[in-house]
């Protein structure tokens, strides 16, 4: 209920920490990626650069703070993790509370222990034949078919390679299976603008994998269009590349394309269907995975966005961060075309890179910006308590026809 004009008390969204490593930020690093754990009490973010350079040689940091421990230091990591090349994208096991596996620069994956603060580093590619030759821009933790509580971790790089990594004995992360997505393989459901000459590979961006189906994932692209694919998938890629273990070409459906680079795509928790996609075009398209035409699209910035993500709980939820400094809460019950919270996350407007909700303490979302600095926000009830009829509008949403 709203009185005399005030806006409602439950909408506010609060700054619960502001986190930061000194000597990265005096450095000039950017918060890339952060990541809860699977208890949701520690958060861990990787310190790269994400503006145009060379940073394979760049001293980088891993960092995580407990916010649950007593006498909690922002500017006092629990775990800090030196590493040779900028860090580019981070994520935690989902059952090891303390494994947390991280691309780099280099195009190397590796896995850290951060309980081991003298000797944190489990697993690394190396430098062979099979390490990515671009930067690594995604890490996701994936359950082997066979046996759900063993895990491996897929990456994702501009040179067109999507790997699967398995960590073995004396430290080693060794290549079981391998993708990758060549132009001339592209489904040629939808036009796209001709690459440049000589381009063969597709340049991956962004990952994000089904909550429903566990072979089907979409990926974002350098080309602005999202690729639905499978893990399945059995045909061989037209490919040079080296690489140990058999390519495959992985793409089903090309969906129609952003007006540039997609950096972030996220599949809905709640309809098997829904996919969102944001990049330097500054819009959200919310697609659908049967038809290549977005069923919607949002111009929310004009500059970059860099990250958009569901909400683990409110099926109508999601938050994206943008080049602006904002990080912006949709609450599509509420309107489909406007944020319904704005959060200036850095004073100066420079960009925020990162975002992810904690699946545990579902009211903290976390933000990383340009600043070396990461935020952790409590949400209202509002947008952590689902609505009478929000699985059904997310249906009938699903249901609509790209117009």
């Given at each position: 209920?709203?009185?005399?004009?005030?806006?409602?008390?439950?909408?506010?969204?609060?700054?619960?920490?502001?986190?930061?490593?000194?000597?990265?930020?005096?450095?000039?690093?950017?918060?890339?990626?952060?990541?809860?754990?699977?208890?949701?009490?520690?958060?861990?973010?990787?310190?790269?650069?994400?503006?145009?350079?060379?940073?394979?040689?760049?001293?980088?940091?891993?960092c995580?703070?407990?916010?649950d421990?007593?006498?909690?230091?922002?500017?006092?990591?629990?775990?800090?993790?030196?590493?040779?090349?900028?860090?580019?994208?981070?994520?935690?096991?989902?059952t090891?509370?303390?494994?947390?596996?991280?691309?780099?620069?280099?195009?190397?994956?590796?896995?850290?222990?951060?309980?081991?603060?003298?000797?944190?580093?489990?697993w690394?590619?190396?430098?062979?034949?099979?390490?990515?030759?671009?930067?690594?821009?995604?890490?996701?933790?994936?359950?082997?078919p066979r046996?759900?509580?063993h895990?491996?971790v897929?990456?994702?790089?501009?040179?067109?390679?999507?790997?699967?990594?398995?960590?073995?004995?004396?430290?080693q992360?060794?290549?079981?299976?391998?993708?990758?997505?060549?132009?001339?393989?592209l489904?040629?459901?939808?036009?796209?603008?001709?690459?440049?000459r000589g381009?063969?590979?597709?340049?991956?961006?962004?990952?994000?994998?089904?909550?429903?189906?566990?072979?089907?994932?979409?990926?974002?692209?350098?080309?602005?269009?999202?690729l639905?694919?499978?893990?399945?998938?059995?045909?061989?890629?037209?490919?040079?590349?080296?690489?140990?273990?058999?390519?495959?070409?992985?793409?089903?459906?090309?969906?129609?394309?952003?007006?540039?680079?997609?950096?972030?795509?996220?599949?809905?928790?709640?309809?098997?269907?829904?996919?969102?996609?944001?990049?330097?075009?500054?819009?959200?398209?919310?697609?659908?995975?049967?038809?290549?035409?977005?069923?919607?699209?949002?111009?929310?910035?004009?500059?970059?966005?860099?990250?958009?993500?569901?909400?683990?709980?409110?099926?109508?939820?999601f938050?994206?961060?943008?080049?602006?400094?904002?990080?912006?809460?949709?609450?599509?019950?509420?309107?489909?075309?406007?944020?319904?919270?704005?959060?200036?996350?850095?004073?100066?407007?420079?960009?925020v890179?990162?975002?992810?909700?904690?699946?545990?303490?579902?009211?903290?979302?976390?933000?990383?910006?340009?600043?070396?600095?990461?935020?952790?926000?409590?949400?209202?009830?509002?947008?952590?308590e689902?609505?009478?009829?929000?699985?059904?509008?997310?249906?009938?949403?699903?249901?609509?026809?790209?117009?």
């Amino acid at each position: 209920m709203q009185m005399g004009g005030y806006p409602e008390p439950d909408c506010q969204v609060t700054c619960l920490h502001t986190l930061g490593y000194p000597p990265a930020q005096g450095q000039g690093l950017h918060v890339t990626s952060v990541s809860w754990n699977t208890t949701g009490s520690v958060v861990a973010c990787a310190y790269g650069r994400l503006d145009d350079g060379d940073w394979s040689t760049l001293k980088s940091f891993v960092c995580a703070w407990n916010l649950d421990r007593r006498g909690l230091s922002p500017r006092q990591p629990s775990a800090v993790v030196e590493v040779p090349s900028a860090v580019m994208c981070l994520a935690f096991h989902p059952t090891q509370p303390s494994h947390v596996a991280g691309g780099l620069y280099s195009g190397e994956v590796l896995v850290w222990d951060l309980s081991r603060p003298e000797d944190p580093l489990l697993w690394c590619t190396g430098l062979t034949d099979d390490t990515h030759t671009d930067p690594v821009y995604q890490v996701v933790w994936l359950p082997e078919p066979r046996h759900s509580h063993h895990f491996r971790v897929l990456s994702v790089a501009t040179d067109g390679k999507v790997l699967l990594w398995q960590g073995v004995g004396a430290g080693q992360l060794q290549l079981t299976e391998g993708f990758a997505l060549v132009v001339q393989q592209l489904p040629r459901n939808t036009k796209l603008k001709k690459p440049p000459r000589g381009e063969t590979e597709v340049g991956t961006t962004a990952v994000a994998f089904s909550s429903f189906d566990p072979s089907l994932f979409v990926l974002g692209t350098e080309g602005g269009f999202p690729l639905k694919c499978s893990l399945a998938a059995e045909e061989a890629a037209l490919t040079r590349m080296p690489s140990s273990v058999p390519l495959r070409a992985p793409a089903q459906f090309t969906f129609s394309p952003h007006g540039g680079p997609v950096y972030s795509v996220s599949c809905s928790p709640f309809h098997r269907n829904l996919f969102l996609s944001a990049g330097t075009d500054g819009h959200v398209h919310l697609y659908s995975m049967l038809q290549a035409q977005p069923l919607t699209s949002l111009r929310l910035s004009p500059k970059y966005l860099f990250a958009v993500r569901w909400s683990p709980v409110r099926p109508l939820v999601f938050a994206a961060a943008s080049g602006e400094g904002d990080v912006q809460l949709f609450d599509l019950q509420k309107s489909s075309q406007k944020p319904t919270v704005s959060i200036k996350q850095t004073q100066d407007g420079s960009p925020v890179y990162c975002l992810e909700f904690n699946r545990q303490q579902t009211q903290l979302l976390a933000a990383g910006d340009a600043q070396g600095t990461v935020k952790v926000w409590q949400l209202s009830s509002e947008f952590t308590e689902q609505g009478p009829r929000e699985t059904e509008d997310l249906e009938q949403l699903a249901e609509e026809v790209a117009t």
